[in-house]
């Protein structure tokens, strides 16, 4: 079956950068795009950006352009979510999300049909 | 950027029917989808493309898309059904971002 595992909490200071994993099982890994979605305390969810990873190719929400980055390791079917000048804003849980689609355009993306299971990440002094 | 309006919360009894409305600018012409999300875990899809459901969600749940409100339709409301539930479209109207809406939280009386 389908597995989305991501590395456990983190806790960074202000300024500082934190590197998410997302360790994939279970369907072909460069056939599908991974999503970033993020949780901050209390409800409400926000969409961080994309990557095929097949082919590498990402789109980033404008909000986090030049602060978020997203690679992946094909032979080991993991992708990373890299986050930097962490502010105490940031604080949140971070999902990878599967791309039901396959992979995503630049105006084409479908919805999440399989989640990680979340990776608290907590920016304080 | 778009926005989805979601109610705060909906309260309904066991056995009834549950109504969560999306609204947004012309959503008719937009694919919706729906997340139910459970208290500490991650979301899970129960409805796609406005009324298609993924399998292994039950019958109970089911979608509509006209105008500017999207609504997801929870029948014969269960405890297990109680969570939040957001909808997400994808928006073109700069770039190609995901938007959610807020969220509704389902409390089961």
């Known amino acids: 079956q389908v597995q989305l595992v991501q590395s456990g909490a983190e806790v960074k200071k202000p300024g500082a950068s934190v590197k998410i994993s997302c360790r994939t099982s279970?369907?072909?890994?460069?056939?599908?795009?991974i999503h970033w979605v993020r949780q901050a305390p209390g409800p409400g969810l926000e969409w961080l950006g994309w990557i095929n990873a097949g082919n590498g190719v990402t789109a980033y929400s404008q909000k986090f352009q030049g602060r978020v980055t997203f690679t992946r390791d094909t032979s080991a079917r993991i992708v990373y979510m890299e986050l930097s000048g962490l502010r105490s804003e940031d604080t949140a849980v971070y999902f990878c999300a599967r791309d039901f689609g396959g992979y995503c355009t630049a105006d084409t993306c479908s919805n999440f049909d399989h989640w990680g299971q979340g990776a608290l990440v907590t920016v304080s002094a | 950027s778009y926005v989805l309006t979601q109610p705060p919360s909906v309260s309904v009894a066991p056995g009834q029917t549950a109504t969560i409305t999306c609204g947004g600018n012309?959503?008719?012409?937009?694919?919706v989808h729906w997340y139910q999300q459970r208290p500490g875990q991650a979301p899970v899809l129960v409805v796609y493309?406005?009324?298609k459901r993924p399998s292994g969600i039950p019958e109970r749940f089911s979608g509509s898309n006209s105008g500017n409100t999207a609504t997801l339709t929870i029948s014969r409301v269960e405890a297990g059904d109680e969570a939040d539930y957001y909808c997400?479209?994808?928006?073109?109207?700069?770039?190609?971002?995901?938007?959610f809406g807020s969220g509704t939280q389902v409390t089961v009386l």
């Open positions: 012309n959503i008719g012409a937009k694919s």
């Open positions: 493309g406005d009324s």
């Open positions: 279970g369907y072909t890994f460069s056939a599908y795009a």
């Open positions: 997400h479209v994808w928006d073109t109207s700069s770039g190609h971002s995901a938007v």
